[in-house]
């Protein structure tokens, strides 16, 4: 079955660490995104890909990074400098076609936890 | 920039009654318009999208949007709620052809009632 599969689902960090989430999509999709989702405050977009090797800042990137060394994956890391990590995490996929606005893909979520 | 507002924060609909979760969004152009529905701790499922065409969209599970330009509006609707409706719902807002960025409200929360 196609589809993105974030791991792991539960995640607990100590303060001060940093810790990788992993994004992987056997869609074939070229655009990649990880949100951060708070209650009550719907979907903030963190970071995107469009291509392999590239990737811009979304409205919240600050304590975060990101690469993209294949196109079916997308790693974020919650660096130490992140403030306020403690959310749900979010990864998505697009098929990027010039035809029509696509919708993106989800997967399943990341909850982390800091402790 | 574009943005989206849904007023609602959390609906109570009895089961087997009407729903409609209202949705407004602020663009220049013609925007792109999803809806998708989160069961808690899960990831988000795409219930419809508008493009262009046809003002009335159908999508899964029974449910139908209404895009009015002239309300900026897009507005979720379905003729009888389900107990397993029961979920959150996000409507967002692509910025045009070629924009890769969604902006997502900050959802509605559904609570049905046997």
């Known amino acids: 079955d196609g589809g993105i599969t974030q791991s792991p689902k539960y995640l607990f960090r100590k303060e001060g660490q940093n810790v990788t989430l992993s994004c992987e999509q056997n869609l074939n999709h070229d655009a990649m995104y990880w949100y951060r989702q708070d209650p009550g405050q719907g979907l903030r977009l963190i970071y995107y890909s469009q291509i392999v090797n590239d990737f811009q800042k979304g409205d919240i990137a600050e304590g975060y990074s990101v690469s993209r060394e294949k196109k079916e994956s997308f790693p974020l890391t919650v660096t130490s400098a992140q403030k306020n990590p403690t959310a749900f995490y979010l990864c998505?996929?697009?098929?990027?076609?010039?035809?029509?606005?696509?919708?993106?893909?989800f997967g399943p979520g990341t909850r982390l936890t800091v402790l | 920039a574009q943005s989206v507002t849904q007023p609602d924060i959390h609906i109570t609909v009895s089961e087997g009654a009407s729903l409609e979760l209202r949705c407004n969004y602020s663009y220049g152009a013609t925007p792109y318009l999803f809806w998708y529905v989160q069961s808690p701790g899960q990831g988000l499922q795409l219930l419809l999208k508008?493009?262009?065409?046809?003002?009335l969209v159908q999508g899964i599970k029974g449910f139908e949007a209404e895009f009015k330009r002239s309300q900026s509006s897009f507005n979720l609707r379905k003729p009888s709620v389900h107990w397993s409706d029961a979920a959150e719902y996000f409507c967002a807002v692509g910025a045009g052809a070629g924009s890769y960025q969604l902006t997502f409200g900050k959802g509605t929360k559904l609570s049905v009632i046997p």
């Open positions: 508008y493009f262009s065409g046809d003002t």
């Open positions: 998505a996929s697009r098929e990027d076609r010039a035809v029509s606005y696509n919708e993106q893909f």
